[in-house]
């Protein structure tokens, strides 16, 4: 089964938002800071903390999207 993505800039009110910046790389946003990034391989989510992609910190490896995004918000 497909698993869901947000398009290619999502708003979400509140909880900040989710940028696609590639086919497998999204970026969390909330209140102007970068919260971290979620890279999806095959199904799973890893989660990223952290305003850089390259020196991010793994935190969380998920197949659900959603769950990777909160893990983010309730970080910050």
Known sequence: MPFPV???????PA??????????TYRVVKDGRILGFINKIDELCVVSAGS??????EV?????F??????LQNRA
């Open 52 to 57: 850089d992609a390259g020196a991010a910190l």
């Open 15 to 24: 909880e900040g938002r989710v940028d696609r910046l590639s086919e497998h």
């Open 6 to 12: 947000p398009p290619l800039t999502a708003t979400m």
């Open 60 to 64: 969380l490896q998920t197949r659900d």
């Open 66 to 71: 959603a769950r990777a995004v909160k893990e």
